[in-house]
């Protein structure tokens, strides 16, 4: 089944302790993103991946960092999360950056103390 | 990528016609039109997308006015489970990088 899978779903942390959301994908392919969803402003994109060891800054990229040393995987990472860090946060995936549909995973809920 | 205005919320009886409109009046000759939805805090599901023809897949209808300053998704037979935010997008085909997700029309399918 195609997907995109997200881990983990729901994590409570306190700030400052270094955390990663992984996000894997099944399908091939090759353009890769994270948003990020808080109430009243809708999905910001935080980057975005063209291919492998390519990334770039989406709309809101402070506070976080990314890699894509595979195909399948593009991890998030959050060196120092702080409060407004808080949110759910979502990983998609596509053939291109505006071919065809993205594929999106089911979420994670960030929740930092 | 060309603004969308769609409504706030609307609401449909289960098993009627949903008709979601969305207004794109400054969308350019090679801007697709996609419709994603978000049931409750799970992420986006792509619906179906058209550039200038109707378009129908097995989860809706795209219906795509002449002059595509408009469209309207159709979803024939609406459930309970397409309550949902519905999102109208409008992009081309090989710009940019994030979808521009905006507000949405809140859809409440009542019984």
């Known amino acids: 089944e195609a997907q995109v899978t997200q881990n983990p779903r729901y994590l409570i942390t306190v700030t400052g302790k270094k955390l990663t959301v992984t996000c894997s994908q099944n399908?091939?392919?090759?353009?890769m993103s994270w948003y990020r969803q808080d109430p009243g402003l809708g999905l910001r994109q935080i980057y975005y991946?063209?291919?492998?060891?390519?990334?770039d800054k989406g709309d809101v990229p402070e506070g976080y960092k990314v890699s894509r040393k595979e195909k399948r995987n593009f991890p998030l990472i959050l060196e120092s999360p702080s409060p407004n860090q808080t949110s759910l946060y979502f990983c998609?995936?596509?053939?291109?950056?505006?071919?065809?549909?993205?594929?999106f995973g089911d979420g994670t809920r960030l929740s930092i103390l | 990528d060309a603004k969308t205005t769609q409504p706030p919320s609307m609401d449909c009886a289960e098993g009627r016609a949903a008709n979601l409109p969305c207004n794109h009046s400054t969308i350019s000759g090679n801007e697709y039109v996609y419709w994603y939805r978000q049931i409750h805090s799970q992420g986006p599901q792509y619906i179906i997308h058209?550039?200038?023809n109707n378009e129908t897949n097995e989860m809706a209808s795209l219906i795509i006015t002449e002059d595509r300053k408009s469209s309207t998704l159709i979803l024939p037979h609406a459930t309970l489970r397409d309550t949902a935010v519905y999102y109208c997008?409008?992009?081309?085909?090989?710009?940019?990088?994030?979808?521009?997700f905006g507000k949405g029309t809140s859809l409440l399918v009542t019984p």
């Open positions: 991946s063209m291919n492998v060891e390519v990334t």
């Open positions: 997008i409008v992009r081309a085909a090989n710009s940019g990088y994030a979808l521009n």
């Open positions: 399908m091939n392919h090759e353009y």
């Open positions: 058209g550039l200038k």
């Open positions: 998609a995936s596509s053939l291109g950056p505006g071919r065809g549909s993205q594929h």
